[in-house]
């Protein structure tokens, strides 16, 4: 029996240019930012105009810091962004796929420049989605960026097996990518039991 992640790496060839374009065309498509809280339904005394544009503002500078932290990671990656395949530039791309192609092929897979290209760009879209959440991922912002992920959809074609394959693939390239929020993410998709 094949694993998931080797299922999904040979699944990836066909529905490769649907996904990359998915992905790279617009870096922000499939990540969400899902901390802010639900307004409540009960009234609130109504707030001098002071008091109610700090919180505004706060918000604001936050998505406007996350979004150059955003920036400077997509700049730091190297990876085009227009829809070319992705091939691994950094060192630490380099040693995800060494190792993703290590364990592929170990069991009975064919590695090729396609499941390269998938590899990353799971693992990039998670960690873009991390610096988006402001480094906050759990349960809800994983299946949020399950749910909403053009690029995770095309590679699965909607198969619950393929789905937990490029999951597979995309919490083990945050250790390597962004190793700091990549305990967030495992544990995220631990608590979800494959329900998304």
């Excluded at 932290?69 to 040693?95: I, M, N």
């Excluded at 873009?128 to 992920?149: K, M, P, Q, W, Y």
């Excluded at 597979?168 to 305990?183: E, H, K, L, R, W």
Aim: net charge negative; charged share 15%; with cysteine.
């Amino acid at each position: 029996m094949t694993s998931h992640r080797a299922f999904t790496a040979a699944v990836a060839a066909a529905f490769l240019a649907v996904s990359l374009t998915a992905c790279s065309t617009s870096p922000t498509d499939g990540a969400q930012r899902i901390d802010v809280p639900e307004e409540s339904a009960a009234p609130t005394p109504e707030a001098t105009t002071e008091e109610a544009t700090a919180p505004q503002d706060a918000a604001a500078g936050g998505m406007e810091g996350a979004l150059a932290e955003r920036d400077a990671f997509l700049e730091a990656q190297q990876q085009p962004l227009d829809g070319t395949a992705l091939v691994a530039k950094t060192p630490e791309q380099t040693e995800l796929i060494s190792q993703q192609r290590a364990y592929v092929e170990s069991q009975g897979g064919t590695w090729n420049a396609d499941a390269e290209s998938i590899t990353l760009a799971l693992a990039l879209d998670a960690c873009e989605t991390s610096i988006l959440n402001g480094h906050a991922v759990d349960v809800e912002v994983f299946r949020a960026h399950v749910t909403s992920s053009p690029l995770i959809s095309a590679v699965s074609g909607g198969d619950p097996q393929a789905i937990e394959g490029a999951l597979s693939i995309m919490v083990f390239g945050t250790g390597f990518i962004c190793p700091a929020d990549a305990p967030q993410w495992e544990s995220a998709w631990s608590e979800t039991g494959g329900v998304y």
